[in-house]
Every structure is written in C-alpha cells, then in structure tokens.
C-alpha cells in the first residue's frame, strides 16, 4: 500500500511542476492537432495531441525505471 502512496506523491509533484510551467510560460508552442478556439468573447485550449505525446513519454520513463 505504501508504494501507491509513492507513487501519487510522485505523480502530484510532477503535476505541480506541470502547472507551474504551463503558468510561468503561457505560450507554449501548440503542436498540430491541439484544438484552439479564438472568438471574442471564447478562448478554449484543448492540448489533445500534446497530452497523447506526454502521455507516451511518461510511459516510456516510468517503463524504463520500472526494470
């Protein structure tokens, strides 16, 4: 039960520092199939192909120490 315990700790800090970058720098670079609305009165940022990219650099990590 302690290593699930590990584990969140781990994953919380690394989402601290998520949102911490993604505050300090706001324009990050959107990568093609990020979908970006603009209007007016509307601005949504929905990071799709960015979180499938992370997502598969995290496994790889997490596979890689895992061994």
Do not use: C, H, W
Not at 50 to 62: C, D
Request: charged share 15%; hydrophobic share 55%; net charge positive.
């Amino acid at each position: 039960m302690q290593e699930i315990g590990k584990l969140f700790s781990f994953l919380g800090l690394i989402f601290l520092l998520l949102g911490l970058i993604f505050n300090i720098m706001p324009n990050l670079p959107k990568i093609p199939g990020d979908i970006y609305i603009d209007r007016p009165n509307l601005k949504i940022y929905i990071p799709f192909t960015s979180a499938i990219v992370i997502s598969v650099i995290l496994t790889l990590i997490f596979n890689f120490f895992r061994k």
